[in-house]
């Protein structure tokens, strides 16, 4: 067998075994040290690839997928600092918890450390960052190394969905010449000739539950106390909703929903979810009254700072922590026992055995109360100029059923937090909050559009133009996506900050304004292009966009202190009609 051939056979052993166990779809960025994998993809017919120049811009493009799909995603890119390039992706899919496979090309053991070119060292490159790493073996001709290319393929599948999902990195070292032979006979057949739909290496994995003296010593616990409070910080699980508002409807408990929590919409029961405790907890006062006897948090924890306050002022009372699997998300630092089940399961089987707890309705009555006036202030008014806050109140009016939003971080997410109310619409929303950086955002989003459902990606200007080139996809592939730019002009999450009392040197290091015309830059990637000055407007925008084929940019132009003014003013009376009715 030459080299052509044992290149051939090799790579396509892998490339088919990783489809066989699951992949549906691969992001490529052109190099020549990867042509092996990246033609080898192409030509398979099972798979859909999708080329992506740059390759920061690929990887998050690829963790769109990944989270809009809820499955593994391919990752190939040539060797040197290409490679590299994948990191701050890889970073946010560690700590958000999206399972990647990072397929990197690398130049053969004697081309390493003797100065050629496009190499560096690509051993473990991401650290701890990839939940497992793996070294290929050169390509060989024999049976045994096709099994060991399919068995490592199947492996890379099952570990970045493994327990919590993360990234997995697999590096190949190709000799030249990198051109594989595609008419040879049988090139997807499995070593042994046999033909299967499955992978070679199957696994049948179960969730976490715990056993019955276990959720009754944990019932016996909470028995103790009448005032406990629900928590649901992010998390995607669709099954989630309904398991964990019917258990809050028995104890009778307040559920404080973080808006990625995917508890604020749906069909289900949503008389307890409380989305509105970041206005009002934001109150030291009110706080304190709201002592709670326990709190039971699911999945990460919430967006929300007034939350994080309320946390820790409150760390002598007991916490828990649900989690799927091990790991260790309490930034507070209080005592807290965790549980580690699967959440649903956890949820049904605290119900079966819920005749032990004394419930307390006064104390869900308080919740509801205050949740009931800040809602009628997040919704009273119409301003003549449109603000930040009214961007997000709009488009939860308008945006379609069963469709994706995907939120940018900083005063996005946060604007989401306080004005996405509960509704009975079907919606995901989505957002990098692993390590709630702004890169790749634009990327993102275009990811998640190649599924199929509506997408609108809201963002602030900062995030736009730190990821233009994620355009490039969508202009490339003709995906259907809204964006909605909220342009402020700078950072505006700063001017909430105590830095924005720092007038000498706030502008050029925090508020970093760049007055910058981004309409020539969306019709430069093929897009559609409106600004909206009213709520109104906006809405009639929003649904014109969902109706239009491809790219299209909203762009809602703020004022920075003007929308810190209008927020406090809100907070602020919010919280003097809470405490003028106690």
């Known amino acids: 067998m030459n080299h052509t051939e044992t290149l051939s056979r090799y790579t396509a052993n892998f490339v088919d075994e990783l489809i066989k166990s699951g992949v549906t779809d691969v992001v490529i960025s052109p190099g020549s040290r990867s042509t092996p994998l990246a033609l080898t993809f192409t030509e398979h017919p099972r798979v859909k690839e999708w080329v992506i120049i740059d390759e920061r811009s690929a990887a998050f493009f690829a963790m769109g997928i990944a989270k809009q799909k809820n499955l593994p995603v391919a990752l190939v890119c040539t060797s ?55 070294e290929m073996a050169l390509p060989e001709g024999s049976p045994e190394m096709f099994h060991y290319a399919r068995n490592k393929a ?55 539950r715990l056993a019955k003296q276990q959720v009754q010593e944990l019932v016996d616990k909470l028995g103790t106390g009448q005032k406990g409070v629900i928590v649901c910080g992010p998390q995607t699980d669709p099954e989630f909703a309904s398991a964990v508002t019917e258990l809050a409807s028995i104890w009778g408990l307040p559920v404080l929903a ?31 009254k709201l002592k709670p006897d326990y709190i039971i948090r699911f999945g990460a924890m919430p967006v929300s700072k007034a939350y994080l306050y309320y946390v820790k002022e409150h760390k002598d009372q007991e916490q828990y922590l649900v989690e799927n699997y091990t ?89 989401v937090d306080s004005f996405l ?24 989003g275009v990811g998640a559009a190649t599924a199929g459902k509506p997408v609108t ?36 999450i700063f001017s909430f900050l105590s830095q924005s009392s720092d007038k000498r040197h706030f502008e050029a290091l925090f508020g970093t304004p760049m007055d910058i015309e981004f309409e020539k830059a969306i019709t430069m990637y093929g897009g559609e292009y409106a600004q909206a000055t009213t709520e109104d407007q906006l809405k009639e925008l929003l649904y014109i966009s969902y109706q239009h084929v491809g790219l299209s940019v909203i762009e809602v ?3 920075r202190s003007e929308n810190v003014e209008w927020h406090r003013a809100i907070w602020n009376a919010i919280e003097k009609e809470i405490q003028e009715g106690d």
């Not at 070292?173 to 049988?186: A, I, Q």
């Not at 307890?272 to 206005?279: F, R």
């Not at 109310?421 to 993102?444: C, E, F, Y």
């Open 80 to 134: 040197g600092t290409a490679a590299a390039n994948y990191f701050p992706a890889i970073v946010e899919a560690h700590y958000s918890r999206v399972p990647l496979i990072v397929l990197t090309a690398d130049r053969p053991h004697e081309l390493r450390d003797v100065g050629a070119p496009q190499a560096i060292e690509q051993i473990k490159l991401y650290g701890d960052y990839a939940k497992w790493f793996h």
């Open 327 to 415: 790991g260790y998300r309490e930034p507070t630092g209080n005592v807290t026992e965790f549980i580690f089940a699967d959440p649903v399961m956890l949820c049904e089987d605290l119900v079966a055995e819920s005749a032990a707890i004394d419930v307390d309705t006064g104390w869900l009555n308080i919740w509801q109360e205050m949740n009931s006036i800040s809602k009628k202030h997040l919704l009273s008014g119409v301003e003549t100029a449109i603000t930040e806050g009214e961007v997000v109140r709009g488009l939860c009016d308008v945006i379609p059923e069963d469709s994706t939003l995907y939120v940018g971080n900083s005063m996005a997410i946060r604007d």
């Open 258 to 288: 973080d808006p990625l929590s995917q508890v604020r919409t749906g069909s289900h029961h949503k008389d307890q979810v409380i989305e509105s405790y970041d206005a009002f907890l934001r109150n030291e006062s009110i706080r304190a």
């Open 557 to 559: 132009k703020t004022d």
């Open 457 to 492: 990606l809201l963002l602030g200007d900062l995030s736009f133009f730190h990821d233009m080139n994620g355009l490039l996809a969508a202009k490339h592939y003709k995906l259907n996506i809204t964006i909605l730019l909220v342009n402020n002009n700078g950072g505006g």
């Open 421 to 444: 109310l509960t509704t009975h619409k079907h919606m995901s929303i989505l957002a990098n909050r692993g390590a709630n950086g702004i890169d790749g955002m634009v990327s993102s």
């Open 154 to 208: 199947a492996r890379a599948v099952y570990m970045a969905q493994e327990g919590n999902p993360g990234p997995v990195h697999l590096n190949f070292p190709f000799r030249e010449p990198l051109n594989p032979d595609f008419s040879l006979e049988n090139l997807w057949e499995s070593p042994t000739g046999q033909q299967r739909t499955q992978s070679v290496n199957p696994v049948l994995d179960g969730k976490k």
